[in-house]
C-alpha cells in the first residue's frame, strides 16, 4: 500500500528538518523516496508532521502494572468508555487497561513504547499483556540489578559469565535491554534493610552498588546491546540524594560505549534530584544534576515529570516502596521475585498546595530546562509514577512556554520559589526540541535510530500530524492550543496504516514486539548455565524447563541481533 | 417550580440504572425529552418513558425541581447520582447507590434503601425513613475517601460498615446499626442511637458517637475517661491506637 503526506510542515530533527514543507511517501510500512501516482493522498495542509513519538520508560505491561489494577479499582472507576465497532472497552486513568493503553498512546500521536522493568521470571506476564496491547510496537526492559546470578558474577568478577547471563536472561525474558533498579537493593528489603549509597555491601553477597553498576555497564558494550544500561539509581525519594545521583553517573566514564550511543541512561530523574536533609529543607538539586549531564555525553536521563493529580507509584524498588505507604499512610502492596527482585505498588496522590509536591513538579522542568541538549534528557512521567502518560501534551505545553509556567507556578505552592529555579527560566522548548525529547532522543537512547524517531527513507513509516501549524501558531502564547494539539493527534500512522484520525481510533493493527538476541561464545553459556542449574535445583520455586518465554508469546516478535563483539572488530 | 412524577409501568424484575433521574437532568426538559433519556435494564438499552409513566408540571432550574417517584423503584439504582440541587421524593424502596456523589439538593424516601446509600457523597441531604442496608455513606471498592459532606438520617436501622472511609458529613442513624461502623474513618461524625458492635476500627481522625450498646469494642481504643457532649455523659475513647490514630468514639 501506498501512501503520500502534502503540504506537511515536516519537523524531523534527525534529517535537519525544521517544519519545511515536504512531502513523504511511504510504501510497504516503510518510508520511501518516492511513490506512484496511485498512492493515496494525505493532505496535511500545512500543520505539524513529526515522526510517530517514541517513549523509551513507562510502566505499561506485567506483573506490577496488573498488581495496580488490582489494588486500585477506584482508578479503573475513571476513563471508562464502551466498546465501539472497532476499539475495545477501557477503564483506568492511572493503570488503564490493556487496550486503553495502545489506544491513548496512539491518539497521542506515540507509535512505539517501552515498558520500563520486567523481572525475567515475570516475563511471561509481561509478554501476555503486550501481546494484547493494540496498535503500539512495544518492548520491555530486563531487570538485573539484583539477581543472585548477577552478584555472584560480579563478585567473582567474571565479566564473560556476566554477559552470558545477561544475554540468556535477555533470551529468557525476550527483553531488550538491562535495567538495573536500586541495584542490590532489592536484595537487602528481603530482610527488611536498604542500601543507603553506591558504596554499601550487600550483605551475603560482598558486591557495592557501585561495582553491580559498572560490570552491567561493562557487559552491556561487550555484547554491544542496543541501548545502554537504565539505571534507577539508588536513594532515590530519599532527600539529598542527588549526591548518590552524582557519584552513580560519573560511574559512567569507567566504560566506553560500543555504539553511537550513551553507556548510561539515568531514569525519572525528577526522583534522584533530591536535595536538603528532611521534608523539612527539602529543595531541587536539578541543576546540580544538570550540569553535570552538560559535562558528560556520555550519560541521558529522562524526566519522569510529575503531574498533579492522581497518580500510582510502581517499582522494582521494593523498600522505598514501603516507605512511601508508611509516609503517606496509603495501601501497599509487596513483590518478591525470588532471586530477581522486589517490588511494590503505592497510590498517591499529587497536590499543588504540598510544598514538597510542588517542589518535585518544578525539579522535573527544571530538568529539561536546564539541560542543554535535549538528546540528553527525554520527556517521560515515569508513568504511571508521576502521573499518566496522557499528560505528555501537558509537559510539552509547560516546556514551550514560559508564561504558562508562570500561570502554573501561581497556583502552587510558594516554596517552589525559594527551593527551585524554576521562576527565573525562561528558557522555551521549540518543536525540534520537543521532537527530539519525545522521538529522536528517545530513539537514538532506545538505540533505535535507523528505524524509529526520524522521518528519512528507511525508517518505519509512524507519523504523527497535530492540528497546529507551526508559521502561524505563537507556542509560548498560545499554550492552550498546543497543549491540545498533542494530546490529540489529527493523523496516527503506524506502519503506513492510518490508525487514528481526528483523534479517533480508526484501526487497531497489533505492533511488533522488540527483543534483543545477543550471542556468547558457547563456552561462555556452558559455564554460566551451571550456576544456573543449581540455583534452579536449590533455590526458584520454578523449575528451569517452565523458566523461559516461548516464542507462543510473541506472535508479532522484531529481534535485534547483538552479541560479543568480534575482536578485530574492537 | 417544576414538579417531575414517575411511575413504574410495570413491575421491574431486572435492575434498571437511574443515574439519569436526577433534578440536574430533569431541570427544564419536557415529558417527551425525559420520555428519551437512556435508562439500561441489565444488558438492555432502553428508555425511562419505557419504563416509566412520566408526569411534567412547569419547568424551572434544577434547584427549582421537584421529583416525585411514586410506586415500587426498589429495582431501581443510581437514583439522584452526582445531584447538585433540587428535590426527590421516594415514596417506597430503592436499590443501591441512591444519591452517589451527590453535592447538593435534597433525597426523601419512606421506604427502605439498599447498600451504598450516599456512597462518597459531597454534599446534600438524604433522609430515609425507612432502613438502610450494607455502606451507608461508604466509599466504593478501593476509594479512600467515602462521604466527604453533607448529611445523612436514617429513621431506622443500617446493616454493616456504615460510614467506611468516611471523610467528612455526618451520618445519624437512628437505630442500630451492623458491625464496623465508621471503619477507617478519616473524619466527619456518626450518631448511632441504638446499638452496634466493633466500632471505628483503623480510624485515623473523625467521631463515632454510640447510644446504645457497644456488643464488642475493639482492642484498639485508648480509655480517655468520661465526657459531657451535648450534655449527655460519654466514655471517650481515641484511636486507632495501631495506627496511631486521632479518631473520637463516644460510648454512653
Redesign the interface.
Known amino acids: 500500500m501506498e501512501l503520500l503526506i502534502k503540504n506537511g510542515a515536516v519537523v524531523d530533527p534527525v534529517n535537519g528538518n525544521k517544519g519545511d514543507k515536504t512531502d513523504i511517501s511511504i510504501k510497504d510500512g516503510k518510508i520511501v523516496k518516492t511513490v506512484s501516482s496511485k498512492a493515496t493522498i494525505i493532505d496535511a495542509g500545512g500543520r505539524l508532521v513529526m515522526a510517530g513519538g517514541v517513549d523509551a520508560h513507562s510502566h505499561i505491561a506485567g506483573a506490577k502494572v496488573n498488581v495496580g489494577r488490582m ?5 479503573s ?1 475513571s476513563g471508562i468508555s464502551p466498546r465501539t465497532k472497532i476499539t475495545r472497552p477501557c477503564t483506568g486513568y492511572t493503570v488503564p487497561n490493556v487496550y486503553a493503553m495502545g489506544y491513548r498512546y496512539a491518539q497521542m500521536g506515540y507509535t512505539t513504547v517501552f515498558e520500563a522493568a520486567q523481572a525475567i521470571m515475570k516475563a511471561r506476564h509481561t509478554h501476555e499483556e503486550l501481546e494484547e496491547i493494540p496498535i503500539i510496537d512495544k518492548g520491555a526492559l530486563t531487570l538485573f540489578g539484583s539477581n543472585w546470578p548477577t552478584m555472584d558474577f560480579v563478585r567473582e568478577k567474571d565479566m564473560d559469565k556476566l554477559a552470558a547471563y545477561v544475554s540468556w536472561g535477555l533470551l529468557a525474558s525476550r527483553g531488550f535491554g538491562v535495567k538495573c533498579v536500586n541495584p542490590g537493593g532489592g536484595e537487602m528489603w528481603g530482610f527488611g534493610k536498604n542500601v543507603t549509597g553506591i558504596d554499601d555491601v550487600v550483605p551475603g553477597f560482598d558486591v557495592t552498588p557501585k561495582e553491580i553498576i559498572v560490570s552491567l555497564m561493562k557487559v552491556n558494550e561487550m555484547l554491544g546491546l542496543p541501548h545502554s544500561v537504565h539505571l534507577h539509581c539508588n536513594n532515590l525519594g530519599n532527600p539529598g540524594n542527588y549526591k548518590t545521583t552524582l557519584a552513580s553517573m560519573e560511574l559512567a566514564n569507567q566504560v566506553k560505549a560500543s555504539k553511537k550511543r550513551q553507556v548510561m541512561h539515568v531514569t525519572h530523574l525528577l526522583f534522584n534530584s533530591w536535595g536538603g536533609t528532611n521534608w523539612g529543607d527539602f529543595e531541587s538539586k536539578a541543576d546540580e544534576v544538570a550540569n553535570f549531564l552538560n559535562n558528560h555525553k556520555n550519560v541521558t536521563g529522562d524526566m519522569g515529570q510529575m503531574i498533579f493529580g492522581s497518580a500510582t507509584t510502581m517499582t522494582a524498588d521494593g523498600p522505598k516502596q514501603y516507605a512511601n505507604a508508611k509516609l503517606l ?3 501497599w502492596s509487596n513483590g518478591d521475585v525470588e532471586l530477581e527482585d522486589a517490588s511494590g505498588v503505592v ?1 498517591i496522590y499529587y497536590v499543588k498546595q504540598i510544598s514538597v509536591h510542588a517542589i518535585m513538579w518544578a525539579i522535573g522542568l527544571e530538568l529539561a530546562l536546564l539541560t542543554k541538549d535535549p538528546y540528553q534528557m527525554l520527556l517521560t512521567t515515569d508513568h504511571p509514577n508521576g502521573g499518566p502518560f496522557v499528560n505528555y501534551s501537558e509537559v510539552i505545553a509547560l516546556l514551550m512556554s514560559n508564561k504558562k509556567r508562570q500561570e502554573e507556578i501561581k497556583t502552587v505552592h510558594e516554596a517552589v520559589h525559594a527551593k527551585n529555579k524554576l521562576p527565573g527560566l525562561d528558557r522555551e522548548l521549540d518543536f525540534s526540541e520537543i521532537a527530539i525529547m519525545t522521538r529522536a532522543g528517545t530513539a537514538k537512547v532506545l538505540g533505535l535510530l535507523d528505524t524509529k524517531g526520524h522521518l528519512g527513507v528507511g525508517a518505519d513509516a509512524d507519523i504523527s500530524i497535530y492540528d497546529i501549524k507551526p508559521d502561524q501558531i505563537d507556542p509560548t502564547v498560545e499554550h492552550a492550543k498546543i497543549k491540545s494539539a498533542f494530546s490529540s493527534a489529527a493523523y496516527t500512522i503506524k506502519g503506513g496504516n492510518v490508525v487514528v484520525k481526528d483523534g479517533q481510533i480508526t484501526a487497531t493493527p497489533l505492533g511488533r514486539t522488540y527483543w534483543v538476541d545477543a550471542k556468547v561464545p558457547q563456552q561462555h553459556h556452558d559455564e554460566m548455565m551451571k550456576d544456573i542449574v543449581k540455583k534452579f535445583k536449590n533455590y526458584y520455586s520454578m523449575q528451569l524447563a517452565n523458566y523461559m518465554v516461548q516464542d507462543e508469546y510473541l506472535t508479532h516478535q522484531q529481534v535485534v541481533k547483538a552479541g560479543i563483539i568480534p575482536a578485530e572488530v574492537n | 417550580m417544576q414538579t417531575v412524577t414517575l411511575k413504574p409501568k410495570k413491575e421491574i424484575k431486572i435492575s434498571v440504572e437511574g443515574e439519569n433521574i436526577s433534578a440536574d437532568i430533569f431541570s427544564g426538559k419536557t415529558e417527551k425529552e425525559i420520555h428519551a433519556l437512556v435508562a439500561w435494564m441489565g444488558n438492555q438499552k432502553t428508555t425511562i418513558g419505557e419504563l416509566f409513566s412520566v408526569k411534567v408540571e412547569g419547568s424551572g432550574p434544577a434547584a427549582d425541581t421537584k421529583i416525585i417517584l411514586e410506586g415500587d423503584f426498589s429495582r431501581v439504582k443510581r437514583i439522584g447520582e452526582g445531584m447538585t440541587a433540587g428535590l426527590i421524593l421516594i415514596t417506597g424502596n430503592v436499590d443501591m447507590h441512591l444519591g452517589a456523589k451527590m453535592s447538593g439538593g435534597k433525597i426523601s424516601v419512606k421506604g427502605n434503601v439498599d447498600s451504598w446509600a450516599g456512597r462518597e457523597m459531597k454534599g446534600g441531604e438524604l433522609i430515609i425513613e425507612g432502613n438502610a442496608a450494607y455502606y451507608l455513606g461508604a ?6 475517601c467515602g462521604m466527604r459532606g453533607g448529611k445523612i438520617t436514617v429513621m431506622g436501622n443500617a446493616l454493616d460498615f456504615v460510614g467506611e472511609h468516611m471523610c467528612g458529613g455526618e451520618i445519624i442513624v437512628k437505630g442500630n446499626t451492623g458491625i464496623l461502623p465508621g471503619l477507617s474513618n478519616n473524619g466527619g461524625k456518626i450518631v448511632i442511637g441504638g446499638n452496634t458492635s466493633r466500632p471505628g476500627s483503623e480510624m ?1 481522625k473523625g467521631t463515632i458517637i454510640v447510644n446504645g450498646k457497644v456488643e464488642e469494642m475493639m482492642p484498639v481504643f485508648k480509655l480517655e475517661g468520661d465526657e459531657i457532649v451535648d450534655g449527655v455523659t460519654y466514655k471517650k475513647y481515641t484511636g486507632d491506637v495501631i ?1 496511631n490514630g486521632k479518631g473520637l468514639l463516644y460510648v454512653k
Do not use: L, T, V, W
Request: proline share 11%; no cysteine.
Open positions: 489494588m486500585r479499582p477506584e482508578d472507576r499512610h496509603a495501601k497510590p | 466509599g466504593y471498592r478501593g476509594e479512600s485515623s495506627g
